[in-house]
Structures are given as C-alpha cells and as structure tokens.
C-alpha cells in the first residue's frame, strides 16, 4: 500500500548530540511537512516542501534543519537537542491540490535525556 | 495567535449517542478545513473535509457542519462506538499556501 513511513518509532538521543529523523513516501506527492506535537498541544508545522521549494515556519528554531535529497524522502535534523525538543515528530505529505488532505506517517517519538 | 481552537479537552458519550465536537478559527482566509483521528502512538487519520463553499459535508456516520460567519465547524458523530474513542483534532489551510493549522485536540471517550 502507498504509504507515509517514518523512522524510527522512538529515538532516544542525549542533550546536545545531533539527530536526524527520516520520513519516506510511496505516494509521490509534491508537498512533505514536518510538524512537531508535544503532549496535549496542536501539531505544529515546523517546514514543509513544495518539490524542492523549501518554507520554514517563522518560529522554528534553527536548531531544526530539513534536508529533501528527492520526491520520496525528507529528513528532518536536530542540531543540538535540548530537553524542550522531546516531542511526537510527524511527517506528513500531500499533493499540493486545494483541499487534498495530508497523510501523516506514524511519526517518531523523540526522548532526549 | 491560535489560530484554530477546539476549547473542549476532553469529552465523554455514551455508546449510541451522538458526539459533538467543536472547533473555532480566526482566520478568515482558511477556505478547507480537515478533521483528523489520532489513536495513541499512532500519527492522525483522516476523517472527514470541507470546503468553505459548504456548510455541511456527511460522510456515513460522520458529519461536519460549517458556519462561517461565526467561524465555527462542528463535527457530528452519530452513532458513537467505543472504536472512535480517540483524539479528534481539526485543522485549516487557505489555498496557495499548502499549509494546514491544527488545534488542540478532544479526545473523545466513547462509554460502552
């Protein structure tokens, strides 16, 4: 089945060490988001991509970077993981269409100690 | 700002009833709003969209209701089962910008 694959399901990391998170997709879409959710709160767009065309959020911190190599993969890096960074990280992509709905992956649970 | 504010936390129903579950939004430029199921550990599903043309849109037991003048949409579920025990969040985009703003969440506990 087309599909929305993020890896790891939980990634455990220290304070300070960088970490890359990966999402992959089979369904060929244009668009890829990341969106960061911590407990209780909204999911919140981080950066998405159109194709190559790259949009950071206004607040994202610059500790968090994306890198997207091709159509099918987007990888999101966090440079220096603070305690404040552990968070469900979700990937999701859509066509780019009005109204297309976005297909999230089953994101990555990310502890840093 | 908030953007899209769904105020309820949490909601509890009986099996068989209906459940409703609201979301409020701010900006007026929003023209499709989604409304996606998140079971824990899991990342959100996609249950039901609509337009801001419409102002309601029914896919089997699921109904959204949308009131732009009050900036208000609703999502009916009717008849609950203990299966849709889970986070409901809803979310809106405006066309040109392939951005989707999410609220909060309500998680639903569905009481068989």
């Known amino acids: 089945d087309a599909m929305v694959i993020q890896n790891p399901r939980y990634q455990v990391t220290q304070f300070g060490k960088p970490v890359t998170l990966s999402c992959s997709q089979t369904l060929n879409h244009n668009v890829m988001y990341w969106y960061q959710q911590k407990s209780s709160q909204a999911p919140k767009l981080l950066f998405h991509y159109y194709d190559k065309d790259f949009n950071n959020e206004a607040d994202t911190p610059d500790n968090f970077q994306s890198r997207r190599p091709n159509t099918s993969f987007c990888f999101l890096d966090i440079r220096s993981p603070g305690l404040g960074d552990a968070a469900m990280y979700l990937c999701?992509?859509?066509?780019?269409?009005?109204?297309?709905?976005?297909?999230f992956g089953s994101g990555t649970q990310l502890s840093v100690l | 700002d908030q953007q899209v504010k769904q105020n309820s936390p949490s909601l509890s129903v009986q099996e068989g009833r209906i459940s409703i579950l609201n979301c409020d939004y701010t900006n007026s430029m929003f023209d499709y709003f989604l409304w996606y199921k998140k079971y824990p550990a899991e990342g959100p599903t996609f249950l039901i969209s609509i337009s801001s043309i419409k102002d309601k849109n029914e896919d089997g037991r699921f109904t959204v209701f949308l009131n732009k003048s009050a900036k208000h949409l609703s999502l009916h579920i009717v008849p609950s089962q203990p299966g849709d025990s889970a986070v409901y969040f809803c979310a809106g985009g405006h066309s040109g910008t392939y951005k989707y703003i999410f609220g909060t969440g309500t998680r639903l506990k569905v009481l068989a």
């Open positions: 999701a992509t859509s066509s780019g269409a009005l109204g297309e709905k976005l297909f």
